[in-house]
Every structure is written in structure tokens, then in C-alpha cells.
């Protein structure tokens, strides 16, 4: 089992930024972030992998969202810059010893932090 520990959610104004941080009880390959808005589908936003270190994003998320790890690699970072009021949801860390499949179904989801961005 692994355990993930969601922060840094809050409410903003359009164009600002915000970074969310996820921290894990132990370190695990793949590592990433997805978001739901209230009556909305799921959306990828983007994983890392612990080694060799790369992160993967979803075309609709390129550009203005910036994952990372720390040196550790139990803490996962998403930058979010020029956020959009569309931006606001319930932001969700998700987690996979193996990576297979899509994120938003990784076996270890966190409890989610919501951003809001108002205009």
C-alpha cells in the first residue's frame, strides 16, 4: 500500500499560480496528478517516473502545468501557472508501482485539494 498526502490547494485569481505538492510513504515509479470539476469527466494531467527521471503530460495540459519530484522521489510537485478559471477542480495525486494504464485509474489516489481560480 501506499499512502499520498495531498497540499497547496487554495483559490486564486486568473493569472496566477498555485504549485501542489504530494508526498508519498514510500517511493514509487510513477507518480502524477489529475483533476475533476464538478459535473465533469476526469482529466490526465501528467506523471513522473522515479528512474530514469522523465514526466509525461496530456496535450491539453502542456504549457502552463510543470511536474517534478523532489530529490527524494516520494514528493511530486505540479506547478500550475496563468490559471484559468476552466483550471478549477479537485486536483487528485494518483500513484502506480508499474505505470501501466491511465493515471486517473493508478491503484493509489490521494484525497484531493481543490483549487479555485475566480475572475
Known amino acids: 500500500q501506499v499512502q499520498l498526502v495531498e497540499s497547496g490547494g487554495g483559490s486564486v485569481q486568473t493569472g496566477g499560480s498555485l504549485r501542489l505538492s504530494c508526498t508519498a510513504s514510500?517511493?514509487?515509479?510513477?507518480m502524477g496528478w489529475f483533476r475533476q470539476a464538478p459535473g465533469k469527466e476526469r482529466e490526465d494531467i501528467g506523471t513522473?517516473?522515479?528512474?530514469?527521471?522523465?514526466?509525461d503530460y496530456a496535450d491539453s495540459m502542456k504549457g502552463r502545468f510543470t511536474l517534478s519530484r523532489d530529490k527524494t522521489k516520494k514528493t511530486v510537485y505540479l506547478q500550475m501557472d496563468s490559471l484559468k478559471p476552466e483550471d478549477s477542480a479537485m486536483y487528485y495525486c494518483?500513484?502506480?508501482?508499474?505505470?501501466?494504464?491511465?493515471?486517473?485509474?493508478?491503484?493509489?489516489r490521494g484525497q484531493g485539494t481543490e483549487v479555485t481560480v475566480s475572475s
Open positions: 514510500r517511493v514509487t515509479y510513477a
Open positions: 513522473t517516473y522515479s528512474s530514469p527521471r522523465r514526466a
Open positions: 494518483a500513484a502506480s508501482a508499474d505505470g501501466t494504464g491511465k493515471l486517473q485509474n493508478f491503484p493509489y
